[in-house]
C-alpha cells in the first residue's frame, strides 16, 4: 500500500526518538519503574537523496497491529502487509535551512488505542511545509510500540476494559486515559526543550515559542485538552474526538475540564458527517464556554477513520484484493466513509495547514479558507 506524497516545498527528513521519564512512574504497568516513550520527529529536509523513506510501522509494530487494533474487527488478518507501506520521510536527511527563529513545532497524538504511525500522511504533509512535526505513542495504549533495542511494549487496553464493571469504572478508565495522555504530551514539551535530547543536527531547529498540536480521536481530545492544561501550547486541531469521559457522542455527563472552562485559544474542530457541536454533546461544551478563536467544520461523507492513514490505505485493501481477498464495500465505507479519498486528503491538508500557518506563523495566505465556504473544497460544511 502507498501513503500519497506530501505537497509542500521541503523535503521531509525523520528521526525516532526513545524519551524516558525519571519521575513518573508507569501508569498501566506496575512493575515498569519509568515511563518509556517513542516518538518520531519529521522536519524540513534540505535534501533527501541517499536516504532511505521510513516504514510506517517497524516490524514489531506492524505484528502487534496485525494482531489486535481498532480494525481488527473489520479487517481479516492477512489482507494487509502493515509493514511494507513507506511513508515520504527521509531517514537521518540533513535538514533544511531554518534561520535565526527555527521552525515551528507541531505534536501529534494518535486516536486511542492507536499507534503514531497512522497520522503518518499529515505528519509528512506540516513537514513538508516548514513545521516540526512531533508524533508521540502512549505506550502500553497502542497495538505495539518498538524501542530501539528490539523491545515491543504491547497494548494493555483489552486488560484494561476487561476490567471494566460498570459506568463508573468506565469514566474513571476514560479519565485515567486522558491524564496519561496529557501527561506525556507535556513530558515530551519539556524534553523538547532540553535540545540534549535531540540528534545534533536538530538542535538549535525547534521554535519552541510556536507549537501547536493536533490529533485525531483521542487524540483530538488529547490536543484540546493538553493545550488547556499548558499554555505552551498555542493552537489545536481536534480531528473528530469525544472531549469528554462517555462513551456516547450525545451524553453530556462527566465533562472534562476543556469543556466547563473552554480555551482561550485557537481550536479547529473536523468531524466526520454528523458530529458537530450541535450534535456532539462535549463539542457544545467547548464552544459555548471557550472565548478563543473556534470553527467548526464537517468533512461531508467521512467516517470516524477517514482521519487516519486509513482514508488512504482502506479503499486500497479494497482495490487491490489484498492477501485475504479484499475487503466489501460496506466494510470501507464503514471505515473511511463515502468521501472520494484524494478530496477527503485535500481537504484535511488544507485546513489543518491553514489553521496553523495562521496561528502559529500568523501568515494570511489562506486564511480565507477558515472564515467561510470554499469552491476549492465543496467537501467541507461551516458549521454555524
Known sequence: MTLPAPAGPYGVGIASLRLVDGGRRDPWVAEQAQRELMVSVRYPARAVGGHPRAPQMLPGEAAAFEAWSNFSADIPKGTADWAATRTHAHLDAPVAPHGGRGFPVVLYSPGAADPRSLGSMLCDELASRGYVVVSIDHTYEAPGVQFPDGRVAYSRMREEAGKVRGPEQMTALLKKLTAVRVADTRFVLDELGRSVVLPRMLRGVLDLRAVGMFGQSGGGFTAAQAMHDDRRIRAAVNLDGVMGYTQRDDDPSHPSTVGTDGLD????????????????????????????????????????????????????????????????????????????????????????????????????????????????????????
Open 265 to 384: 485559544r485557537p481550536l479547529l474542530l473536523m468531524g466526520k458527517e454528523g458530529d458537530d457541536h450541535h450534535t456532539v454533546a462535549s463539542w457544545k461544551a467547548v464552544w459555548e464556554n471557550s472565548s478563543g478563536w473556534h470553527r467548526d467544520l464537517t468533512l461531508v461523507g467521512a467516517a470516524h477513520a477517514s482521519f487516519t492513514d486509513a482514508q488512504c490505505l482502506v479503499p486500497q485493501l479494497a482495490q487491490k484484493g489484498g492477501g485475504g481477498g479484499g475487503l466489501p464495500r460496506a466494510v470501507v465505507e464503514k471505515l473511511v466513509g463515502t468521501v472520494a479519498p484524494k478530496r477527503s486528503v485535500a481537504a484535511q491538508r488544507a485546513y489543518v495547514t491553514a489553521f496553523f500557518d495562521r496561528w502559529l506563523r500568523g501568515r494570511e495566505e489562506d486564511s480565507g479558507l477558515l472564515d467561510g465556504p470554499s469552491g476549492r473544497f465543496p467537501e467541507v460544511r461551516f458549521v454555524r
